[in-house]
Each structure stands twice: as structure tokens, then as C-alpha cells.
């Protein structure tokens, strides 16, 4: 297993971006820790615990565009005025697909092994039948570096929920901290490639399993969608103040919304667009004519749990739930939804 | 990526009659350009009006002509009042068909009764044109629709030419002092249908009204697996991937629905 110092590092990096990788790594932005494309000649911050944003932000961006097409909306005296096209008129409604697919393909550099299961978690929504064209074109071809971890904070999970074993598949480096420097091993082809552009081979010798240690400890007993919707949940939904930071930083959370966007300008180029929604907003369960579907904070609360837990159980056998915490951590009123689900261990 | 592998992509259509059914609901028949939709009855379409947005629709017209389609819209939202201005020769875009249809074949050689309430009967209207097209293949066919006021009444031409091949009750739970048919509300008449325990029911309306139907239905002695529900969501990509049609039990009405056995569901949890 060798051994590499930083400056190892920053020319696997420069390997990585020589095969076509846009290079995307923790980095301290403004005081907080987030992923973000690294700048060249930079080295990727791996000593951390928490990021605040997660890979959803560049598989499924809040905004991207899917298509664009033209109306015959034109900008009067009076106002906007949509105005079918008719065929007598001049114009039909043409649909120009337009794709945002990115040139380069994305890899992801020392993200930890909870990040790693939002991706399979994402892959289970994404690309079953029928696969989503825009998460798939970014999707493939992605080269994964994981940073194993070691502790996690006080709102950390993964131990309870496993989820800081890396699937099958699902990583191409394996890195670990180890005397200032870090051990590397390879997990794939691709990964045993891009160790040999820097000169390093895989030497063979097994790795004990690095299990984070938790901070706090929780145990769930059920979380089955009977046993949520029992449990009074009034004391975590009175401080709730419906920002939507839960749902905003949550790496699994997918839920969107399609909207028609035009400039004022010019209203005749209409972009369809998908952008990210929130279950925590009421909108999100609207229906023409205004018939709301999840009507309070505590049904909107319990319904993000559910869809954590037993619907995506359900429908992907898999938890919805990767245990990163950030719901909690993000939370203005730290609202802690492992003392409502579950009971702290001594 | 092709086109045809993208199913966000819209593709032509043209509206060729507008059809006033009541003071806000209009049926529009569109003609599909160069592409077929061959649907099955109870399935849904994503009608995007350019410039103003998206909005599923449940099909009302026959499935035997697959080149036409007609939705039968009530001014409610943002698309629908914007659908109340289309003239024939507009130019719109359709995704579809999406969803899960009725189970037609599993309804033959029973008792089939259709339960609808206000504008829900546009939902069941595909399966309404099966059932009086293929009527050999069944026994006694009903059509239990119940409206607030007389005005609200929708397919008053097709429900005449329908009465002649299946037995239609209609009931008025507003009705003004000149209605000469049936007051009240659907669940007051189910009394007037001959149920048997294999009878198969198909129920659209409001979620409280589809709620006490599916009780009373249950309560006469129906199989839960026996009674088909059409629901509505605001579905945004109408292939699972947007999650806005998520109800409870972790099902999606996009792809597992929108037509559910009431034993899949909570029928109590309709309106949740």
C-alpha cells in the first residue's frame, strides 16, 4: 500500500485533470468547508469532518436547463401577453433540445464514505427505469477518491446506519490519513491507472475496515411508516422555522420541481428548467385549485423521515438516510431527528 | 442523446375542436403530428402549453384511435385557465402516455360499477368508452356520476348515447328546485346498484369524496382489491424522478398509478 505525501497528491491531481476530470475536492470557502471545483495548483483540503454541500450539487444542480423552445409570448404596452401560435400564424412552436451535459467528466477527490452512498443513492432514483438523461450523461465516466473516516462530530450517524462501508463499485481510490502523510490504495482499474501515472503500483496486503467513531450514539428501533406517523413530534416542529436548510444540504434528497423561465426581454425563448424542491414548503404538495396535501409543519417533518426511511426502503431497498448529519447540523433550531426516531445510548 | 430516449421531451400537437362541457371546463381534441400515443384506459399526458408550463392530464377519448387525444380541462390552475384561450390550430406539446391504466381484462364477465364526482369523471371517461365499446365482454355496467349544480354537468351528449348501452344514475347534491332527476350525493344512491361481491368498482373524484365511496363501497361487501381509485398529484416529470407525486405507503401516482386497488393504498390517507 504506498504511502504518499501531499505534494504525491496534488500530481495525482494533475493526472486526473490530464485525462479530461474537472477535479472536484473539499475546500474552505469563506470559513466553511465545502466541495467546489479545485483551482489548479491547489491542494485539496483532507483533514475535515463535515462538508456543507454534498455531491447532489454537481450530479443534480439546483438549477440546470433542459430544453429550450420558442413561444409567441411578446412584451406589450400593457403587459406580458402569451398568444398561441395558431396555424394561421407565423410561428410554430419549434423545440430545440438543448443539453447541459459538461465537456469534461467529473471526479470526485476526498469525499468520505457517506458522500459515497448519497451517489449510490442518487444512481437507485436516477437511473432506473427510465434513466434520467442530464444525472446520467454527468454520471458516467466518474472518478471517485474516498477519504476514509476516522471521527465524525457531534450530529454524525453512519455508525448507526452502516453507511461508512463503501459499496462495491463505488470508489476508485481508497485514501486513509496516516503519520502526516496518506496511505492509498486502489480500488479499480481506473484507480490502479491513475496511481501508475505517479509512479506508485499496488503492493498487496489486506486493511483492517477504519469504523469512524461516533460522538453520540443512537439506537432506532422502528422506523417503519405506522410507527413514525405514532410518535408525537410536536416539541421538534414548534422550533421549526421552515427554511428548508434540512432538505437544502441533505445529499439524498431529490425531490424537484419543472418550471418554464423566460427573460422579460426577450419572452419568446422559453427555458424549461429543473430546479430543486423542498418538502418542507407547502407548495410541494399543491394541486390546482390549492388543495394541499401535507397541510402542517408536523406532517411536512414526518413526511421527509418517511421518505428517508420506509419509502425509499420500499421502493430501492435501500435507507434514504446516509447518516452525514448535515439536517441536523445545518438546522438553525438543531432539530434533532435521531431523538425522535430513536433513543440515545449512555 | 437522441430525442426519442429523452423523456423529458415534448412532442407536437395540434388542438383541432374546443368543446364547451360547462362554464369552466372545456374538452379540447388534439391531433398528434407524426407520432401515435397508443394508450390504454386510465392513462395520463403531460400537456405543455408553450410559454406557460406543464400539467398532467388523464386521457378522455377511446383508446382505439391512438392518433387523436382529448382532455377534458376545468380552470383551476395556471396551465388549465391558460388551456380555456387554446383555438383550434394551436400548436402544444404532449409527453405520453404515462402510467399505470385500469386492468380492463380483469374486469371482464363481472358487474362493473363507475362511481364519479365533478370534473373526476373525465379521468374514468377512457375507461367509460371501453367498457360501452367492448359492452358484450361485461355484465351489468352503471355509471354512478353525482355534480354540485346543474351547470357542472359535463358530456351531456356522450352520457345520453351512453345511457343506451349501460344504465347511468346522475345525482345533484345542489340541485335547483327545477332538477326532475336524483338529489344528493353519490354515496346516498349506491343503494340503486345491484352489488355483488365480485363487482368491480372505479371511483374519481375529490380525495375526501373517493375516501367515503371506497368505505361505503367496502362496507356493502366489494373487495378492497376489487375497487380502483384514479388520484391526483401535481406530477412535475411523470417518470419517478421528481418525487412530487410521492403518497403515503411510498408509492408514486406517476409510475405506480394513478390508478391504485384500494387494498395497495390507505384509503383513509386518500386526502394526505
Known sequence: MPKLTTQDILKLIDGLRAEGFEVISPLRINGVVKLAK???????????????NSPKDFLLPCRESLYKYRSTATLTSYGLKIRFPTAEGPCPVTIMPECTLPKSKIAFFGIHPCMVNSIRYLDKVMLSDPADPYYKGRRDGMFIAVMECEEGDDYCLCGMLDSYKVPAGYADLMMRKRDGGFLVRAASEGGKGVLALINKTQEKDGVPELVPKMKEKYTFDSTDEAEIDRRDAKEYVELCTLCAACTVTCPTC????????????????????RLRMSCQRKCYSMIAGGTTFLKTKDARFKWRLKHKFPFSERAYQLKGCIGCGNCIAMCPARIDFRKFLGRREA | MSNELNPYLPRPANVTSVKNESLDTKTLRFRLINWTAPFQAGQFVQLLLPGVGEAPFCIASSQSDPKHLELTIMRRGIVTTASQYLRPGDAVGIRGPLGKPFPVSAFEGKDVLVVATGIGIAALKSLILYLV????????????YGARFPEDLVYRDEIR??????????????ATPDWAGLRGRVTDHLNEVELNPSTVAAVCGSPAVMTSIADELVNKGLKKENIYVSLERHMKCGIGKCARCLIMGGLLVCKDGPVFRASEIDIRAIGE
Open chain 2, 133 to 144: 365499446e367492448n359492452r358484450g365482454k361485461f355484465k351489468d355496467v352503471t355509471l354512478l
Open chain 1, 254 to 273: 431529490y425531490c424537484g420541481d419543472i418550471e418554464d423561465e423566460f427573460s422579460l426581454m426577450d419572452p419568446a425563448n422559453v427555458e424549461r428548467t
Open chain 1, 38 to 52: 479545485l483551482p489548479p495548483g491547489e491542494a485539496p483540503l483532507l483533514d475535515y469532518i463535515r462538508i456543507n
Open chain 2, 161 to 174: 348515447r351512453w345511457s343506451e348501452k349501460i344504465k347511468v344514475i346522475i345525482t345533484l347534491s345542489k
